[in-house]
């Protein structure tokens, strides 16, 4: 892989197939216009630090095999790549390790395309231990796939039938130096992840419910984990601003605990090493009670950003876990667009403003209203002797009234089943 210090300029230039056969427009049928991607993929070239001079566009019924682009656009692109002063030639797409190579010899620029963009923010950005062994691990398996390409098609470089050239026998070497990287790699996060069991146990003993927050990249979940928690965790106008997944208690107005948790955020195209390697991370964040999927409203392609997430969610096995749908940045929309959006999207759907704080209120309701979807209403006569259970119902469940005597008072409350046998043990003992 190119590396970014060979580089004498930031500049990128992004270059984008319009795919016009619709067989082959996308294999996850999320189809976002070519500029919205392209757009999308200049986004990410900033987050990586680079500055885009120019983006070229071509329609095609399909990539070329050799170059991707065709080859008088790759001419073209050559002439611009020298006449902006461009280092970089990002491609929103997936080269083969031969199309890589032979666009980089053409353009006298480092080609990365989609997934190596990605892999790169992800090194950039990843801060704890755990981060950055599941983006190296990413990093390593991507790698991996590229050397076999290369093998099969350097294998030519052999002196003659069932020998061994001098090529082959490198890129076998280099690719055992990987595979032997890639256990350490799994052995190192296996170890750290021991660790984290221990404590996912103990949250799991504590019954306390886990919310999760999951959506597109700069949807605003971390706006809304820090409004909701009042934890200052970064919130920025980049893509994948959050890494490393945070979960911290959030005491809803009426009393009730959750813990509440910050995750990565998804983009389409999110590249399947990625997906891998932070599977666990991810599958621990999902192992929630309930989601709330945050939805940047404000953006022209949401109904993508919205198609993306749920496929992915599918992806990891957490499409069955009760979600909320919250349509945030409602500050830049008018009222009548978001009530169309809400009642379009129908189910547990909300407009906020997670920067703002419009809406906080209504949805820790309808969080409560979920949580307690299972619970039943019940009435407890908790004696004032042990008036501290009073907090306990409280923080997992809804109290709705207290009618007080001499020696206690009733609880009318809502509570799950296991709750309620839980409180009435502790009452008579
Ligand atoms: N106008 C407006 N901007 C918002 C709102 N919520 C978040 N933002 C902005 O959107 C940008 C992204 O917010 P984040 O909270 O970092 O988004 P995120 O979903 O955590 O993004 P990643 O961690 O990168 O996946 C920031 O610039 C926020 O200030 C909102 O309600 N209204
Ligand atoms: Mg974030």
């Known amino acids: 892989m190119n590396n970014l210090s060979e580089a004498t300029s930031m500049k990128a230039i992004i270059c984008a197939l319009d795919i016009k056969a619709p067989r082959l427009r996308d294999m996850n049928e999320i189809s976002l216009t070519a500029e919205e991607s392209a757009q999308e993929l200049a986004r990410l070239a900033e987050t990586l630090g680079l500055e885009v001079v120019d983006t070229v566009i071509q329609e095609r019924f399909s990539p070329d095999p050799a ?3 065709g080859k008088g656009k790759v001419q073209e692109i050559a002439g611009l790549v020298s006449d902006k002063g461009a280092s970089y030639v990002l491609i929103d797409g997936q080269l083969s390790p031969s199309q890589s190579h032979n666009l ?3 353009l006298g620029a480092l080609v990365l395309d989609r997934t190596e963009v990605i892999l790169r923010i992800f090194a950039q950005r990843a801060k704890t231990k755990e981060g950055k062994l599941q983006v190296e691990l990413a990093t390593r398996r991507h790698e991996l796939t590229r050397l076999t390409g290369h093998g099969t098609a350097m294998s030519s470089l052999g002196g003659g039938i069932g020998t061994r050239g001098p090529g082959e026998q490198k890129l076998e070497m280099d690719r055992r130096v990987l595979r032997r990287r890639i256990s350490q790699l799994t052995r190192s996060l296996d170890k750290v992840r021991r660790v ?3 404590q996912r146990k103990r949250r799991r003993q504590s019954r306390i419910p ?3 927050l999951v ?3 700069n949807a605003g979940k971390s706006t809304l984990f ?3 928690t009042g934890e200052e965790v970064l919130c920025d106008d980049m893509l994948f601003a959050t890494l490393d997944p945070w979960t911290r208690r959030w005491v809803l107005p009426s009393g009730m605990v959750v813990l509440l948790s910050d995750t990565v955020g998804f983009i389409q195209g999110l590249p399947h090493e990625l ?3 932070f599977r666990a991370t991810l599958e621990e964040s999902l192992e929630a009670n309930l989601l709330i999927h945050v939805v940047d409203a404000s953006s022209v392609t949401w109904i993508h950003q919205v198609e993306t997430v749920e496929a992915v969610l599918g992806e990891l096995g957490a499409s069955d876990i009760p979600t909320i749908t919250v349509f945030n940045k409602g500050d830049m929309l008018s009222e009548k667009d978001l009530d169309n959006m809400v009642m379009e999207t129908g189910g547990s759907t909300l407009a906020i403003s997670a920067l703002h704080g419009h809406g906080l209120d209504e949805l820790a309701a309808l969080v409560e209203e979920e949580l307690l979807a299972d619970s039943h209403l019940v009435s407890l006569l908790v004696p004032y002797s042990k008036w501290d259970i009073v907090s306990e119902i409280r923080a997992c469940g809804s109290i709705l009234d207290e009618a007080h005597g001499d020696s206690g008072a009733v609880i009318t409350c809502r509570l799950s089943p296991v709750e309620f046998q839980r409180i009435k ?3 008579s003992g």
């Open 67 to 69: 170059t991707y682009l």
């Open 104 to 106: 980089e010899e053409a």
């Open 196 to 198: 984290r069991e221990g």
């Open 210 to 212: 886990q919310v999760s």
């Open 215 to 217: 959506g597109y990249t």
């Open 226 to 228: 820090r409004a909701l």
């Open 275 to 277: 997906v891998y390697a």
């Open 425 to 427: 043990k502790k009452l």
